[in-house]
């Protein structure tokens, strides 16, 4: 099957899973075109099953803002075209599922159905889409895709209190590659990062106000004041500055890594014994998982869909939003004892298995297939 991809090119949730699942794709021989601004952070190798087809926006004055989504559906209809694509999969509901609409309206005048299907990362619904001047098109994008996924129960059930949905929702989770996190590395490295006494402690995320990134800075400064220990801080975003200004109120500097984006966060996290996710909302948790999947337990909050990846008092511990104390005390239950941090260890390794994405994948497959039987059901009448 030839799949058309449209997603967010950068290290964000939805972009690192759309990468993700075309590479996978591509591995079971199907032909997967990401169509995007800029080739994703994640797509590394490009062959005869991955393709990456740059959408230009040329300038013009008489804009103010230049028309993304018109320079994306005209070049989904050059690729549709040009590919003999079967299928089209956006990523976030605005702007990539409003440009899909219009691209499959101009190709039905062509006499060519494209099915669409889109799925709902988080952002989409709960910020842009809930904000007035862009709930309407939301809402029309939705309805107007073939088919819906969300990537957890609760933004399913949260875009159906926001929005007008007339199409059936189906809960397709996030994932990961165990066989990507299989490998131990001999090259470790924790002692660049801490001294062998020092528990490490990791944050990844894009530093958005959602994060809560000063809890974190608060989180670990109450668990430094009982144990050794180091933070590593990895990505970059809006709150890095405040973050880095408070560590220094804080006499935290020496203690704090900023390490700003990585492709290698698998090595980062190789030597983390706790990750901490305080984020006011998280549609599913994928940092958390990633944390998971290499022996890393999560200290979170319990909002969004961290709990259907996060297991209380099994994989780390859940707390209110906002409730530092909480989070530093639970943080200090498993790192005060060697028997209960590797057990923790352990089960978060296990339970991260259960997203894997060879138990995902299928469920995508199965989703292109009836989307493309509608297709060819479409074509023959």
């Given at each position: ?11 964000g949730g939805s972009g690192v899973v759309a990468t993700e699942l075309g590479i996978a794709l591509a591995d079971r021989g199907h ?46 209809v050059d690729t549709v075209k040009l590919y003999g694509i079967d299928l089209l999969h956006v990523h976030y509901a605005i702007p ?286």
């Amino acid at each position: 099957m030839k799949i058309a991809i449209v997603c967010y090119p950068t290290f964000g949730g939805s972009g690192v899973v759309a990468t993700e699942l075309g590479i996978a794709l591509a591995d079971r021989g199907h032909e997967v075109h990401f169509v995007t601004y800029r080739q994703p952070v994640r797509l590394d190798l490009l062959s005869h099953k991955v393709h990456f087809h740059e959408v230009h926006v040329p300038e013009y004055p008489l804009f103010h803002y230049q028309p993304y989504e018109l320079a994306l559906s005209s070049k989904l209809v050059d690729t549709v075209k040009l590919y003999g694509i079967d299928l089209l999969h956006v990523h976030y509901a605005i702007p990539h599922a409003y440009a899909g609409y219009m691209a499959k309206k101009m190709l039905e005048e062509e006499g060519i159905y494209l099915p669409m299907i889109t799925t709902l990362h988080g952002t989409d619904i709960t910020l842009v889409g809930k904000h007035p001047f862009y709930k309407t098109a939301v809402n029309f994008s939705i309805n107007q895709s073939d088919v819906v996924t969300s990537v957890s129960e609760n933004l399913k059930q949260r875009t159906l209190e926001f929005f007008d949905i007339r199409k059936e929702i189906e809960v397709v989770p996030n994932f990961i590659d165990k066989k990507k996190y299989s490998t131990s590395f001999t090259d470790c490295q924790r002692s660049i990062m801490a001294e062998d006494h020092e528990r490490i402690i990791t944050h990844v995320s894009n530093f958005r106000q959602v994060k809560h990134i000063p809890d974190v800075i608060h989180i670990f400064n109450k668990i430094q004041q009982r144990i050794p220990a180091k933070l590593v801080m990895v990505g970059e975003g809006p709150e890095k500055e405040n973050a880095e200004f408070l560590c220094e109120q804080l006499g935290l500097i020496d203690k704090v890594h900023f390490l700003g984006n990585s492709n290698e966060i698998d090595r980062i996290l190789c030597f983390s014994d706790l990750f901490l996710l305080p984020s006011k909302s998280e549609s599913f948790g994928l940092a958390a998982l990633e944390a998971m999947i290499n022996r890393v337990p999560v200290i979170s909050t319990n909002a969004g869909g961290i709990p259907e990846v996060n297991k209380h008092g099994i994989t780390g511990f859940l707390s209110e939003v906002g409730d530092v104390d909480d989070m530093a005390k639970n943080a200090l239950k498993i790192l005060q004892d060697d028997e209960i941090l590797e057990k923790f260890k352990e089960n978060a390794a296990i339970a991260a298995q259960e997203f894997d994405i060879l138990k995902v994948l299928p469920l995508y497959e199965e989703i292109y297939q009836k989307a493309y039987n509608s297709r060819l059901k479409s074509t023959y009448n």
